[in-house]
């Protein structure tokens, strides 16, 4: 493993590598700022590349790297000057950790950058599905105006008294359990260590109680990273064990759930309907059969996405390049 001392600002180069998140522009903002405030700061290089082309033509030149979708293990044989990896998201399964230890590379993650948007999305599609948004919009594109609905199985309801169990009572599990205690709602959840539970869930219980929660939940929020004990942790036994008229959201990955349970949970009403965000192959593609499903709600991976994004970002990124040039072992979110 590398001991070289972390490049000073003025020998770094940082390459964001992203295909829509405008980090360089916005990063230069910020030194533009600084250096008007402080003119002997040096200035660090930086460039943005928008395709894994771009990526692994020019990672070459790059001392530090923010990227997510974009990365493959193989790509450390094209980066001799990498030492410090910052992820664009909270996820990091698709790097190998040993190799970067190998090789001296430092990893951190973005856990928190979007606790906001994504609790703030959850919390949307929990209200969408209660209010009937989805359909309204639906209505609304054909010219058809809904009558009044009798049947009271079938009409908009109130999130008052209704439960909320959030699997993974993280950063984000906490913020929409906040949100949801403002609608008067009953929250439970999930969290592999309760003990070290902060915010206001009426109960927190270990992920081995899932099982004897889902049957008193309205609403069920996958807030939880993909591992390999949430992998399809919502599966067709979870999915008999919830009421009839409940629904499944999906913030969390894709692959925390068991799509084609999932599926035949919708289409034969053992669920009243599912918000998801996410999918086991991204973009969805156009014959998937959870397009057509009234009782769906869909939203294309933009959960985290924010305004606020790429600041967020940056703020993580500052504070773990500060570290390093103070030579401090840990970093915010460190993986590696």
Partial sequence: MTTNPFPAPDDLTICFAHVAYRLESTFARRQTN?????????????????????LAARLQEADVLLISGFWQNDLLDSAPRLRFIQTIGAGYEQFDLDALRQRGIRLANA????????SEHAMALILALTRHIHTGRDHQRHHVWRGMIGDLAQREDELGGKTLLIVGLGKIGSRLAKLAKAFDMRVLATKRNPAT?????????????LPALLPQADFVALTC????????CIDAT????????????NVARGGCVDEPALLTALQSAVIAGAGIDHFWAEPLPPDSPFWDL??????????????????NLLDILMQNLNRLWRGEAELRNQVV
Avoid at 225 to 232: G, H, I, R, V
Avoid at 238 to 249: E, F
């Fill in 111 to 118: 856990s928190g950058v979007n606790c906001n948007a994504v």
């Fill in 197 to 209: 539970a902060a915010g206001p869930a009426d109960g927190v219980y270990p992920p081995q109680r």
């Fill in 238 to 249: 979870a999915l008999a064990r919830m009421k009839q008229s409940a629904y499944l959201i």
């Fill in 225 to 232: 990273p993909l591992t390999p004990a949430t992998e399809k």
């Fill in 294 to 311: 009234e009782n769906v709600l869909i939203t294309p991976h933009t959960g985290g996405e924010t305004r606020m994004y790429e600041e």
């Fill in 34 to 54: 600084l250096r008007q405030s402080r003119p002997t700061e040096a200035r660090i290089a930086t460039f943005q590349v928008w395709t894994p082309a771009e």
